[in-house]
């Protein structure tokens, strides 16, 4: 069996939530730092029927996952930076944020969903430059699926390329993709609520976000979903 480190999609990995406790108030990161993320409002622990494997429930209204932002900065991606998470969404009006560390238009950077009036369900990258922000979005991102989601940003070619399923998605907005300006200690890491812990409320079920200080490439993210697709009946 490959250990977790010697496992090359795990290479440099900064932040691995697989929500393995199934019970409680906080939930452990694998990655090297080992941060611990409070369960606030809280989620619910909840299990897929098909495999048993343990998720958490998003009211999409007061819930939320948070690590302090003295604990986080290893998350303040500048340069190179992969996002990822399994997603069940329940679509309501507004953004819903899965994963962000940021303050808009001021520095950081927010993967989040919105179901935009033109092209549907998209999955959107923002990354803050203080005033502003560089944005792209893929769309096709549907409600009520299981479904793997991410970005992969390169900072040579400031581009972002967009992820569902292990497949590379046709990005239908946005442009060039701006390094972030780093927050520092201030921001948390922040699963499923945009900063301030007021706003753009996740809704669904979630499991294992994740990211990396680096590019994951197509190939690792079509490994990822082979390796997982199993727990979802995907």
Known sequence: MTSYDNYFINHQIALDL???EGVGAITH??????HIAALTGPPTWDKIALSGLGVLAFDGATQYLEIPGADSQDLDFIGDFSLAAWIYPIYAAGAMVIICRNTTDVCGWCMFLFDNPTYGPILSLRTNQGPGHSECWG?????SEWQLVGYSRDSVLTTAI???NGQPVTTVGGGVMLDPTACGAANKL????QEGEASNFYGGKMWRPRAWPRALSAEEWAQIFERERHWFGV
Do not use: I, M
Not at 29 to 34: I, N, P, S, T
Not at 139 to 143: G, R, S
Not at 190 to 193: K, N, T
């Open 18 to 20: 697989p929500f393995r």
């Open 29 to 34: 990161d694998e990655a090297k730092l080992h």
């Open 139 to 143: 769309a096709n991102f549907p409600d």
């Open 162 to 164: 967009c992820y569902r």
């Open 190 to 193: 922040l699963v499923g609520v």
